[in-house]
């Protein structure tokens, strides 16, 4: 996919250490930290460290090493904060893409979130 990466959005600038984070797991290709506005007790963003806008540019573009980091990572977290289902009470896991997927942030992004009932998925309006 030729997709525009804007290299000065907010989690560049966290991965190149100009933001600070409140870090969870770092791994080669993957970085996971605490939302600063947490909607939820958990509220953890998973982040590849490479220039991917989306899901969807992240699927077609990362490498194959890329992708299984970031998604062992991600179950990695979710055992970390004590929502994975083996003992805990599960989460929800989105991702926002674009003006319709109203994302604020234009590098992917997985929000993990738990610790209560996430209600419905999605509202009506
Ligand atoms: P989006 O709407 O793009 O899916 O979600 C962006 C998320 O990034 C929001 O939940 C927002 O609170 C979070 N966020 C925005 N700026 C920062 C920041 O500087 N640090 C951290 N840790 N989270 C941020």
């Known amino acids: 996919m030729a ?3 804007d290299d000065q959005n907010i989690f560049a600038r966290i991965l190149r ?3 600070p984070n409140k870090t969870v797991l770092e791994t080669e290709h ?3 930290f605490h939302d600063i506005s947490p909607s939820a007790p958990v509220h ?3 982040i590849p ?3 991917y806008v989306s899901f969807d540019h992240f699927c077609a573009d990362a490498s194959d090493a890329e992708i299984l980091d970031f998604q062992r990572t991600a179950a990695k977290v979710c055992a970390m904060t004590g929502v994975a289902l083996d003992k805990g009470e599960g989460f929800r896991a989105i991702t926002n893409a674009g003006a319709h997927g109203v994302q604020e942030v234009p ?3 997985l929000h993990i979130l738990g610790g209560r ?3 419905r998925m ?3 309006a």
Request: glycine share 12%.
């Open 117 to 119: 009932p996430m209600g």
């Open 107 to 109: 590098h992917y992004h």
């Open 30 to 32: 993957t970085l996971a």
């Open 49 to 51: 460290k490479g220039p």
């Open 3 to 5: 997709l525009q990466y």
């Open 44 to 46: 953890i963003l998973v």
């Open 17 to 19: 250490g100009e933001i």
């Open 122 to 124: 999605l509202s009506t």
